[in-house]
């Protein structure tokens, strides 16, 4: 990875259109470029009985976090309730976490927020804060307007003034939009762009973004365990998932035996998060996340206002889908 020195040194020659001087100054730093391979557990933000940040419980879940082989955590995503801390919080999460991330753990923080300016001064101030890299969803709420043009400016103004390497984030469940495939392929192309979570859960779209990015050093993240290991067959090389957060030795125990091709045992493991998966993430939703966490000797606890606690009928739903497969 540059240092943020050398990238704001070089930047000028990027933005000037001196794209032959930019890459071999870039191919000189490509050893030490980010390595995102690995499993990572979007981490849910604990409250108090107040709906204050509850820090103390977070350092506690660090704790545990830190005993599991994460590649690093991923801090402010959907799972962390990001839309609902202010802005002073989510950097203050994101310092917290840093100064407890053992070392060598790599700390992605989303950084996304609905209009360039903004997003541009949030990422300089979650690199100020500790973070490696950052995770920039796709701006939404004029999505009819959010087309390949609009997203390709927008991604490439936040990469331009990054001191940090850009991840691209497309979660639609939660937008209502996907990061178009061409507008990938280009913004793979930017020096500090280095890669892209695909929470749509297309198999066949997220291996044509490898192919066709395949001459980029560039990184595709699963977004969702229920597909992790499809994920790995088609190039990608790590994930971002929620159910991490509870079942994280197991994830990265899938992600071991995909990267040592032992694809008949990593089936067998796969196909029994998948429904756990699904509970926590497109049935139930975070707040189903933050109860299973209290079940597997996490602080989840409540949700911010307005998202609402599971009600007796999902909780029981939600014990099925652990209990059927074997984890409760």
Request: charged share 20%.
């Amino acid at each position: 990875m540059l240092s943020v020195r050398a990238w704001r040194a070089l930047a000028p020659l990027y933005q000037g259109g001196h794209l032959a001087v930019w890459r071999r100054a870039q191919s000189q730093a490509a050893a030490s470029r980010l390595d995102l391979s690995g499993i990572y557990p979007p981490i849910a933000t604990p409250f108090t009985a107040k709906e204050e940040v509850d820090y103390q419980k977070l350092e506690e879940n660090l704790q545990k976090y830190a005993q599991i082989p994460f590649k690093g955590l991923v801090v402010q995503g959907s799972n962390g309730e990001y839309p609902f801390l202010t802005e002073e919080e989510r950097v203050e999460v994101v310092r917290r976490v840093r100064r407890s991330l053992p070392a060598g753990k790599v700390l992605m923080a989303g950084s996304g927020c609905e209009s360039t300016r903004a997003t541009v001064s949030m990422t300089e101030r979650m690199a100020g804060a500790g973070a490696d890299a950052v995770l920039v969803v796709t701006p939404c709420f004029y999505k009819g307007k959010m087309d390949s043009r609009a997203l390709i400016q927008h991604f490439t103004k936040v990469a331009d003034s990054s001191p940090v390497p850009v991840v691209l984030y497309s979660v639609p469940a939660n937008t209502g939009l996907e990061l178009p495939l061409d507008a990938v392929a280009q913004l793979a192309q930017h020096p500090n762009i280095l890669g892209f979570k695909d929470s749509g859960g297309d198999i066949t779209r997220i291996g044509l973004i490898v192919h066709k990015t395949k001459t980029q050093d560039f990184q595709v993240l699963a977004g969702s365990a229920g597909f992790l290991m499809a994920a790995y067959c088609v190039g990608a090389v790590g994930g971002v998932c929620a159910l991490a957060n509870v079942l994280g030795r197991e994830l990265c125990e899938l992600e071991r035996l995909c990267v040592s091709g032992r694809w008949e045992e990593a089936r067998v493991l796969q196909q029994r998060l998948i429904e756990p998966n699904a509970a926590v993430t497109r049935k139930l939703g975070v707040p189903a996340l933050k109860q299973a966490m209290e079940w597997f000797g996490f602080h989840g606890g409540a949700c911010r206002s307005p998202l609402q606690p599971l009600a007796d009928a999902e909780i029981q739903q939600l014990r099925r889908d652990f209990s059927s497969n074997g984890w409760l």
